[in-house]
């Protein structure tokens, strides 16, 4: 795979609310991403409700790579694009650092895999949209498709087999 050809800076917003169960005292999860790196240090309180909490969490690249524009195509046609932003568990306070900011719906699943992230899918502003239907626009080349063949079967092939006299 070769190396990412687009980078877009972002800011992380990450909200935590109570938690709804005794083994939780706070659910977490990202709500938002804003385009560029604000100058707030990471982690700073945005808004507090007494319900729920907004925090500026911190900044990640969205790095876009040539060979995943077909992915970034889809998103950007579902009506909805979206990113997905992953939050690595850490032992400090505040619990979280931001992992991964990404475009590729594919990618955004497979974070999900390891269940050792939270995941969250959000809404991907249309400054950002604009710089990844350029870079498609840029970049992709449509992949023909070519359907596999299988070999034949050869049926005398199949008739020579022994039938297994030897296992006496």
Request: aromatic share 8%; net charge negative; proline share 10%.
């Amino acid at each position: 795979m070769s190396g990412p050809l687009a980078s877009i800076p972002v800011g992380v917003i990450v909200e935590r609310s109570k938690g709804a169960t005794p083994w939780a005292e706070f659910y977490w999860r990202a709500v938002s991403v804003l385009p560029g790196q604000p100058e707030t240090a990471p982690w700073t309180r945005l808004s507090d409700d007494g319900e729920r909490v907004t925090f500026y969490a911190g900044t990640a690249d969205i790095l876009l790579y040539p060979t995943e524009t077909g992915f970034y195509r889809d998103n950007l046609a579902s009506g909805a694009p979206s990113l997905w932003v992953a939050l690595r568990p850490v032992e400090a306070d505040p619990p979280f650092s931001v992992s991964v900011v990404t475009a590729d719906p594919n990618e955004g699943e497979g974070l999900t895999e390891t269940a050792t992230e939270l995941v969250e899918q959000v809404p991907m502003p249309s400054v950002i949209a604009q710089v990844v239907e350029a870079f498609v626009a840029q970049h992709h080349v449509e992949q023909p498709f070519f359907k596999r063949k299988r070999d034949r079967a050869n049926p005398e092939a199949l008739a020579r087999r022994g039938r297994g006299d030897d296992d006496e």
